[in-house]
């Protein structure tokens, strides 16, 4: 194997810490929580943890809108609870990736407070720009960042009120006006999380020394957070009113000093434990010939990417629901691979935190172990680094939001405000909200059957969902048909064999409807792979293409009892998948 790597073999478990376990009964996780449960990661078998941010914050942004990059949040724990975390973790050969947010801070950080006041050398440390008619204009309007005087998504007001055209991932324009500085900050998020100027040098050594603060601190790596939207083109020009994206995106998105910081970073604040540790970047409508050239560059900044094509592939813009079909599916994933190939390493997922859970959007509820499993299967089927985001593992699924009260998410809040002051009740917006809405994702880590699934005493922030009187750890933990126990079995597969880490991918009978085939190659190895997962609720018949080597095949691992013995031709069962081994 040419180029072997620990993050690349590696299979990563995300947690999201306001979610995972509370241990003080407050209603949050803590630190403490996952301390207790390092053993259940350990039983799982996974190598490494990404944390989402624990630094102190005012959450308007559960944690993306950092206060103080050297703190632990009180309402998480303290720096000697992250402490004792590191250290259980790397008693059991689990890696830690700490998740930073650079792009931008939280409006309540000691540097934007400053420079909101334009104090010294701190007032150049953020994006700041006078509306097109002067520092004085917009303080005659009334409050021009609220959302009673926002227009549509994507027609900002003839685009002559803010400095610029730009939207804002969070809805509405990219420009709030800040009273104290008499100007509008630029935010890619919420108005809370004001982008820094990545263009001030001494902006960029105050990042890297966080980097280097955090690194000296016996961490295996960073999740970047979307750290190609650090660069803006110069001078902030209008963005393409008719983009299909946000309105601005192509002056923000993998911008023209991307690559330069990128080495800056890795020179001056990974520095000496750059190859040691990994950088994954998160890449917001990243294509795949961008992320060979951010991770395949020599200086390699970004060991991998974070891509979001085939996120995208149910939604129109980004609320509205659209049919997708499995080749689709498979073909954007082929090109991706196809990436691989030339150099790239992707991250590989179908959940996160941002995302509604993947067995309800790809898998099927009514056939919660086998699409859960099959989908996971067909995820750790490519190659790439296999992220698990907490429960997935047990067929996690999304939840219901009866009332506007039961959103918690800024992004859904906003977009939920916005609907309404356009006119639309919420019963109809309410669809869209249930099919996208972030907080899907962030409902509490499903323990036991106990009321609040074990996660917590109190009450928990989020509802906890109705089903984990079925659906959690303990009911698996050693169960048939368990979700959990066949996780196991797939990253122990992916331990002992080098073809599912680094074999070459190729996508069989492409356009088949419903399954969905791989083929596995690596050379000098004993075997090839081949993957079958049916993406369907019926039973399904396929036959693998002739070309493709099968005899003496063997089972190496299904997610039904008696799976078919040869994959040449086979019946599948609804949402049956298989690997095969062929020597
Ligand atoms: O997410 C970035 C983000 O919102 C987009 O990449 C988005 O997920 C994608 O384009 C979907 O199509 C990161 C964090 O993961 C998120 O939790 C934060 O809210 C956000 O950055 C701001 O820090």
Redesign the pocket.
Known sequence: VSDPAWWKEAVIYQIYPRSFNDTDGDGLGDIPGIVEKVEYLDYLGVDCVWL?PVYESPDV??G??VADYRAIDPAYGSMDDWERLVSELHDRDIRIVMDL?L??TSDQHAWFQRSRAGEGEYADYYIWRDGPEGPSAAADETEPDTASDRDEPNTLRDGDQYPNNWES??EGPAWSYDEERESYHLH???SE?PDLNWENPTVREELYDIVQWWLERDIDGFRL??INLISKVEGLPDGDPESDFLVGSEQFVNGPRMHEFFDELAAKGFGDRREETVSIG????IDPETAIDVTGRESNAIDMTIF?EH??LDRHD?WEPREWTLPELKSVMAEWQAAVDRGAWVSLYHS????PRGLSRFGDERFRYESATMLATCIHGHRGTPFVYQGEEIGMSNVSFESPTDLRD??ARNYWDRRREAGEPFDAVRPRLERFS?DHARTPMQWSDDEHAGFTEGEPWIPVADDHTEVNVEAQIGADRSVLEYYRELITLRDVDDVLVYGDFELLAPEHETVYAIRRTLDGADHELVVLCNFSASRTAFETPEAVPTADATVALANRADPPMHPRRVELDPYESVIYRVP
């Open positions: 989402n942004d559960n993306y809108d947010v792009n931008h991932y969070f890619l998020f919420a999380q957070d979307v998160e890449c917001s409508e979001f996120m995208n980004r996160n935190h941002d995302q800024v992004w972030r």
